[in-house]
């Protein structure tokens, strides 16, 4: 069964740092682009990030390009996704999911992983 | 803001069609993708590219596209289909991914 398993949220202080994982399974992971997305509470999804299947060329939204970073590790067969310099507003659920192709269609989805910027 | 915009919400009766629209400059050079939400859930693909669903879509969903817009289309909604839709594409600039936001579709 293809699937992707988020881990790493949890609340924070602003100015704060959290790094979230994705372990996926049942795919050929090294294959796939991947990418962040995420969802603050009641509004719309909004890409973070994407990452190519090699890692060599990575992708941000305007919003955290230079306070989030994006890698993956193909022997763990984990996305990561570093957040530092946390901001209240980068509250959300944070999902990763498999590009069926750089930056085309996101065809499987994780669960989602919560995180909370707040004193 | 949101260089995709879609209706906030739009409503049909069970076993109508539904046209659920996405409009952007970007959508004149790229294909939109489209994700069905169902609430506490995460997002499914339902539609990609010209007009290609991933298996398990039920083919009562289409997409299409014209000049700036895109259009995932419901033939004979069902109540399942009652959930939010985002369209998807690449930004003008080329740089990075932007969502819609989103359209709340009811089933009457």
């Known amino acids: 069964e293809v699937q992707l398993l988020e881990s790493g949220g949890g609340l924070v202080q602003p100015g704060g740092s959290l790094r979230l994982s994705c372990e996926a399974s049942g795919f050929t992971f090294s294959d796939f682009a991947m990418s962040w997305v995420r969802q603050a509470p009641g509004k719309g999804l909004e890409w973070v990030s994407g990452i190519t299947a090699s890692g060599g060329t990575t992708k941000y939204t305007d919003s955290v390009k230079g306070r989030f970073t994006i890698s993956r590790d193909t022997s763990k067969n984990t996305l990561y996704l570093q957040l530092d310099n946390l901001r209240a507003e980068d509250t959300a659920v944070y999902y990763c999911?498999?590009?069926?192709?750089?930056?085309?269609?996101?065809?499987?989805w994780g669960q989602g992983t919560v995180v909370t910027v707040s004193s | 803001s949101s260089e995709l915009t879609q209706d906030p919400a739009v409503s049909v009766a069970l076993g109508q069609t539904v046209r659920i629209t996405c409009h952007g400059d970007s959508l004149r050079r790229y294909y939109a993708t489209w994700y069905q939400q169902k609430s506490g859930q995460a997002p499914v693909l339902v539609m990609f590219?010209?007009?290609s669903r991933p298996s398990g879509i039920p083919d009562r969903f289409s997409g299409s596209s014209s000049g700036n817009t895109a259009s995932l289309t419901i033939t004979g909604a069902q109540a399942e289909d009652e959930a939010e839709y985002y369209c998807k594409s690449l930004d003008s600039s080329d740089s990075h991914l932007v969502f819609g936001g989103g359209t709340k579709l009811t089933v009457l």
């Open positions: 999911a498999k590009d069926t192709e750089w930056l085309v269609a996101f065809d499987v």
């Open positions: 590219g010209k007009d």
